[in-house]
């Protein structure tokens, strides 16, 4: 069992930044990858980005450059620093980690709304 707490989500204009965080806690399995997913409503869960336990990344092409993903094992939490936020970035994002094993979970997910 993992459990995820998301937060930083929130309003912000156009061009502005926002950080997200992402605690996981567990006491059964060892934490692999973890990561940023965003669905808006009536539409497929997509990847913003992925970090592994040894630090690689990966980003979907419509935040390269604007996103980054980074991580502290010790505390098995991720972060995601959002720069130059566009409306389209407005919608709810999930929290995702994978245990040694393959299980994957998610969190609950905060919203970020981006005002034009």
């Known amino acids: 069992q993992v459990q995820l707490v998301e937060s930083g989500g929130g309003l912000v204009q156009a061009g502005g930044s926002l950080r997200l965080s992402c605690a996981a806690s567990?006491?059964?399995?060892?934490?692999?990858?973890m990561g940023w997913y965003r669905q808006a409503p009536g539409k497929q869960r997509d990847l913003v980005a992925t970090i592994t336990r040894n630090g690689g990344t990966n980003y979907a092409d419509s935040v390269k450059g604007r996103f980054t993903i980074s991580r502290d094992n010790g505390q098995n939490t991720i972060y995601l620093q959002m720069s130059n936020l566009k409306p389209e970035d407005s919608t709810v994002y999930y929290c995702y980690a994978v245990v040694l094993g393959g299980m994957g979970y998610w969190g609950k997910g905060t919203l970020v709304s981006v005002s034009a």
């Open positions: 567990t006491r059964t399995g060892l934490i692999t990858t």
